[in-house]
């Protein structure tokens, strides 16, 4: 496929200065663009890279130099190049119809337009919307609904009852529905807590690479609109994500946390149960948070410390053997003192 | 399904107030209680929900005041809404007999009872007791054996020799019996040690979704009987680990490390290899463990501690800057002494 | 499968004393060996071992004293005992030919001695080279190359335009070539970035259970030849990962960083975006670097600084109550110096 550079101009709502004829074949980044890529440039540093590039046109911000090459002309270089990467992007789940290996329940709904690869399971009641695009091997439990456009790659497991949104992703390996880890004490032994709620995934949310996320104990699960989860996190039963967060690999939050609108979580990150965490949080890689964090701002450290203060904590531990010294030198002027006496 | 109160009173072997015929269509949390709903108390807090609840009914402890609603009177509430909860819960895996997409080796020996469901794989030499229902696209490899009313949820693979007890949960994309990780090196190269023990998991374990736990090397990797292992947990070779024990998502235990009986292991947990932790063990979320804990405690901190320890620890970094400023008023305070001499 | 210990002589080029036609079954750990077993003893404790276990036979460093049963000689028992222990390694993916369960499009290119278990999925231009084996319900997409002898255990995720060398070894549940955590920001919400680069896996490399490796947002992502990764880790778009490094469980490393050559990284180790780390450096378990590391050696905490200055560091909290006692006692005694003027 390719696009010249008048139509992509029109598809960004950009203006174009150059040759508004040249053919774009791809997107590429500033070291490896070849003839026929497009590549952006958001800083002086890559406006420099994007004169020497092999690249055919280039992205500019408004008021940038130009760099001797056609170019589109918009406010945000980079949104406008994801944009237009997704023009090029194949479509990994490109296919038609239901594949004759998929078992289908006989009552399950199915949309115009769904893909649905070979070896798919859907069991009974399950509501497949307009366009959804189901991978190979992928399952699909009792009464789930997957909304209009969402895309599930080969290999997840949606179990019953989950109910998905429009244009969701869900990637391979993802677990939604899992029973969560819930038990009662009987003398030493551990009886189940039977998992009885479900998981709701909102609207343009992504679940990543083997993630799992519990159904919920009693009521349900919930993932909010626009939030994307990265791959390996475990959300635990009873959860609640806001809207538009971001869950960096590895990162948990255990049973019955709320968790705010823009919350940001880094890699590793280990949220406890029962917590609240306010609207527009960021939490730094590898933190464990262990209380209620409602203010606004930057959190890291284990336990979980607005920024300010992790960082006073830190530089703490690293003038302690200073504060040794210092000590040392009092107490031997101490007792040149004492001696005198 | 419904139950009446008074038939629960019977199952739980309790005392019932109220209205007995009370018809029970299933059970909540206390604020999303519905008419037919029992709902449970375990303290005051609890009591005041459930008096203004919608449910019908109550479980309450054997000495707390009524809720004006018909009641089932227990010793322990939890545990008795546990019970009736499993009456409840929807079978995930229901369905008969073993689907035709299914592969199963000639000599696959299948007891009564049993249910296997789409695309799921058995190996030559497997045994599959009675009761045991196989969710689909599960995979178990050559001389598995799986125990009376087990049950394997969709997209688990049982790997070569496992050995699996009774009443065991195996949830969605765990993995027992991969190969662990054994190297021997032969100058910059890994050569992999070969990976010729198996897995042995004993009755009423619980494993989590996408959990892990590799063969023994040469013995077995062992999980002891009525052991839960939540989700995205890694079990390395030839670790034993006890009976009654709770491991949270997303920690490991590396090779050979022997853990004791009803050990509690927190979230994202790290425990090195070849360590052993005794009985009755409880460690703390994001813990590091790299050496033998025998005495029975709380523990936690990286490296872990026992708790009163970490506590103080933790307690000093954050007195750091106060030693700093009763150090500097020394230092003032010295500075007039010695010029006075 | 037996061999005499003259045919093992033969095979490790090493000499041997004692019984040549000494059959061996197979090979054991020294506290569980048995008759026709072949042990191996690296150090004085584990030849005591030897001379009172039920083994056959010993693999013995080269200037050791005997312990009494017939040995073979080798500069490295270690390394010896693996390369013994492989032959007697079960074939986990042994089988003929291509299951006719299996679905491969049209254009696959299967080389000679392939073997594909049931419920395989292969997609349209995937090329599989000589004796590669693959594992019942692995999905391979469009466009893969899985070089020689490699072996992919059941239920991995190969997605599309993923390039595998030779003799590599795929456990269950990886994920490769998932779509990485890359978005814009556009007001509240994140576009994503789509992800237009591939995984490059080298030769000799194996990848643990569960692990996923993100493709590349534009050029690929790249583990180097004999590299090895543990289970459940993450490798995020655009890494590269040197030569024979060790990746032990349940670390990650973000986006676009860039690992030399025989770098090991401990258990739950956290390594951020576009940080470099060189060559023949060791990261401790559960550190996390947020910076590069370019000096050869061993760092670890978080975040990660040498070992020395970590061990500094941390006497350095143990000591605080410790100058906490000082400064206390040094306030005391400066009082009384004032009370005497």
């Known amino acids: ?99 004759p290996t998929a078992i289908l329940a006989d009552d399950v709904q199915i949309g115009s337009g769904v893909v649905i690869h070979p070896q798919v399971v859907v069991e009974k009641g399950a509501i497949i919307e307009d366009n959804v695009k189901i991978g190979a091997q992928v399952f699909i439990g009792k009464n789930c609904k997957i909304g209009e456009n969402t895309r599930i790659y080969p290999g997840a497991r949606i179990l019953a009852d989950t109910i998905i949104g429009r244009r969701v992703l869900i990637q391979s390996g ?96 280990g949220i406890t149960d029962h917590v609240e965490i306010g609207d527009d949080i960021m939490i730094g890689a590898k933190s464990g948070v262990s209380k209620d964090l409602l203010e606004p701002g930057i959190y890291f450290g284990i336990p979980a410390v607005p920024a300010r203060k992790a960082f006073r904590l830190q530089g703490g531990i690293r003038s302690i053997e200073q504060l040794r010294d210092r000590l040392k030198k009092l107490e031997a002027r101490i007792k040149i003192l004492e001696k005198k006496e």
């Open 1 to 99: 496929m390719t696009r010249t550079l008048s139509d992509l101009a029109q598809f960004l709502e950009a203006d174009f200065e150059g040759d508004g004829e040249q053919i774009i074949s791809g997107v590429a980044g500033l070291e490896n663009g070849e003839p026929g890529h497009l590549v952006f440039v958001e800083n002086e540093k890559a406006r420099l890279l994007a004169e020497k590039s092999r690249a055919s046109a280039v992205i500019l911000p408004l008021e940038a130099p130009g760099v001797g090459k056609p170019a589109l002309r918009v406010k945000n270089p980079r949104l406008a190049f994801a944009r237009v990467a997704g023009l090029f992007a194949p479509d990994h789940l490109e296919g038609e119809g239901v594949h």
């Open 174 to 269: 993802a677990v939604l529905g899992s029973e969560g880890f819930g038990f009662v004490q009987e003398e030493e032994a551990h009886l189940r807590m039977p998992q009885l709620g479900r998981v709701i995934i909102e609207d343009d949310v992504e679940i990543g690479a083997n993630t799992v996320i519990d159904r919920g104990a009693l009521g349900p699960t919930k993932i909010g609109q626009g939030s994307k989860i990265d791959s390996k996190v475990i959300i635990s039963h009873n959860v609640s994500l806001g809207k538009h967060c971001l869950v960096v690999s590895q990162s948990g939050i255990a049973g019955s946390s709320k968790i705010g609108d823009r919350v940001k979580l880094g890699g590793q990150v």
